[in-house]
T-cell receptor, first 111, second 115 residues
Framework: GNSVTQMEGPVTLSEEAFLTINCTYT??????LFWYVQYPGEGLQLLLK?????DKGSNKGFEATYRKETTSFHLEKGSVQVSDSAVYFC??????????FGQGTELSVKP | NAGVTQTPKFRILKIGQSMTLQCTQDMNHNYMYWYRQDPGMGLKLIYY???????DKGEVPNGYNVSRSTTEDFPLRLELAAPSQTSVYFCASSYVRMTAYTEAFFGQGTRLTVV
């Protein structure tokens, strides 16, 4: 079946540090991949997406590349800010209607 | 634009009581979803719907029921509340056509406590 696995959190970084949050997936066919972000007390909102192999999604300084050969979609940012503190979710959509999320990775950025 | 609206925002239920979590969207999205979010556990799909009149089970459907009589509304029903259903519930919607899939839009969530 379809599944998404993320690195466990919490991840604590200093401001301007480099961020990587690992995400790997299991799916049949060619899923679309997403990163969502959840700020405290809010619902999830889309951060970036990629719909086919080798696509790179990017937004607000975050990037992720769809790697079919390693079934991965790791999230990166070159220089994090305190305002990036949130929970980040990797997700996939495969044909059939299900949107499946990973367990989430909490990021805390200290000044 | 209202987007996805969930009501209520908070609710306390006693064991064995029933309630309906309401979800409505005004974006004419064909797909709608219900998730529960337990602390540190991510989002688990309860039920989803690919269009009016069509619903299907997700990962954790036991103890819940849904209906989709209109494109806009996708209520989630808890018939006999149990403490294990204490969670934050999120409704979401998206538009899917052929292989094109747009982002999912989420409501603000309903925090449910069963005591």
């Amino acid at each position: 079946g379809n599944s998404v696995t993320q690195m466990e959190g919490p991840v604590t970084l200093s401001e301007e540090a480099f961020l990587t949050i690992n995400c790997t997936y299991t799916a049949t066919g060619y899923p679309s991949l997403f990163w969502y972000v959840q700020y405290p007390g809010e619902g999830l909102q889309l951060l970036l997406k990629a719909t086919k192999a080798d696509d790179k999604g990017s937004n607000k300084g975050f990037e992720a590349t769809y790697r079919k050969e390693t079934t991965s979609f790791h999230l990166e940012k070159g220089s994090v800010q305190v305002s990036d503190s949130a929970v980040y979710f990797c997700a996939l959509y495969n044909q059939g209607g299900k949107l499946i999320f990973g367990q989430g990775t909490e990021l805390s950025v200290k000044p | 634009n209202a987007g996805v609206t969930q009501t209520p925002k908070f609710r306390i239920l006693k064991i064995g009581q029933s309630m309906t979590l309401q979800c409505t969207q005004d974006m004419n999205h064909n797909y709608m979803y219900w998730y529960r979010q337990d602390p540190g556990m991510g989002l688990k799909l309860i039920y989803y719907s690919v269009g009016a009149g069509i619903t299907d089970k997700g990962e954790v459907p036991n103890g819940y029921n849904v209906s989709r009589s209109t494109t806009e509304d996708f209520p989630l029903r808890l018939e006999l509340a149990a403490p294990s259903q204490t969670s934050v519930y999120f409704c979401a919607s998206s538009y899917v056509r052929m292989t094109a899939y747009t982002e999912a839009f989420f409501g603000q969530g309903t925090r449910l406590t069963v005591v």
